[in-house]
Nanobody
Framework: QVQLVESGGGLVQAGGSLRLSCVAS????????MGWYRQAPGKQRELVAR???????AYADFVKGRFTISRDGAKNTVYLQMNSLKPEDTAVYYC????????WGQGTQVTVSS
């Protein structure tokens, strides 16, 4: 089993920045990739960014150039640095880990005001 705990969400004005953190615990040696998804009201959950065990990263087109995913292996933590935030980035952001199966965090709310 893998447990994921997110933090760092909040309210920010358009153009501002936030950094989300996701701490993994449990059977972390089984994790092959981690990522961030988001879900806005009335919309499906969508991939934002992911990072593999080897360090390869991938981003959704709508965040390229604004968001950066990174990790600290010593702290078992994955980060999502979000810059130039837009009101349409408002959503609940979920941490995801892929190992023997998929694991999800509880989510953290990000609200961007115009």
């Amino acid at each position: 089993q893998v447990q994921l705990v997110e933090s760092g969400g909040g309210l920010v004005q358009a153009g501002g920045s936030l950094r989300l953190s996701c701490v993994a615990s449990g059977s972390i040696f089984t994790i092959n990739a981690m990522g961030w998804y988001r879900q806005a009201p009335g919309k499906q959950r969508e991939l934002v960014a992911r990072i593999t065990k080897a360090g390869f990263t991938a981003y959704a087109d709508f965040v390229k150039g604004r968001f950066t995913i990174s990790r600290d292996g010593a702290k078992n933590t994955v980060y999502l640095q979000m810059n130039s935030l837009k009101p349409e980035d408002t959503a609940v952001y979920y941490c995801n880990a892929v190992g023997l199966r998929q694991y999800w965090g509880q989510g953290t709310q990000v609200t961007v005001s115009s």
